[in-house]
């Protein structure tokens, strides 16, 4: 049986940010997580508070048997475990754990929008996508 489908957005730009994306992926492995595919790492300029250090960034796909709702409290708490510190909103982060996608569900609430809304205005995101649904295909 299939379990539901989603796309991960991984970011970091605080300390060793290749160090924490791998703990990303380490620690989503151990919470039951599968982790389909990766796409390569980028380096990208921070956009929405751009006063700060570049970010590296990642997309995984993986597949859950949590809904959306605890897969967002999932994330939550390990960005906590991994290291993240409660600063500002969009500004410099130890490790930043987003849902892109999941399956082909639609929602608005005020902890969770999906897709997420970053997807319709931030080039990264749609360059690591299409090199994610290019992958899917080989």
């Known amino acids: 049986m299939n379990m539901p489908r989603a796309i991960l957005s991984l970011g970091s730009n605080l300390g060793d940010r290749e160090g924490y994306l791998g703990r990303a992926c380490q620690e989503l492995s151990l919470a039951g997580l599968l982790l389909l595919r990766r796409t390569a790492i980028k380096n990208t300029k921070a956009l929405i508070k751009e006063d700060q250090p570049d970010f590296l960034n990642q997309l995984l796909l993986i597949e ?60 990264y995101l749609k360059e690591l996508m299409t090199e994610l649904t290019l992958s899917e295909r080989t």
């Open 64 to 123: 859950t048997d949590l809904g959306a709702p605890a897969l967002l409290m999932l994330l939550k708490a390990l960005e906590k475990k991994i290291g993240r510190k409660k600063r500002e909103r969009y500004g410099p982060r130890e490790i930043d754990l987003d849902i892109l996608t999941y399956e082909n569900l639609q929602l608005s609430t005020p902890y969770l929008t999906l897709p997420h809304p970053g997807l319709k205005d931030r080039p």
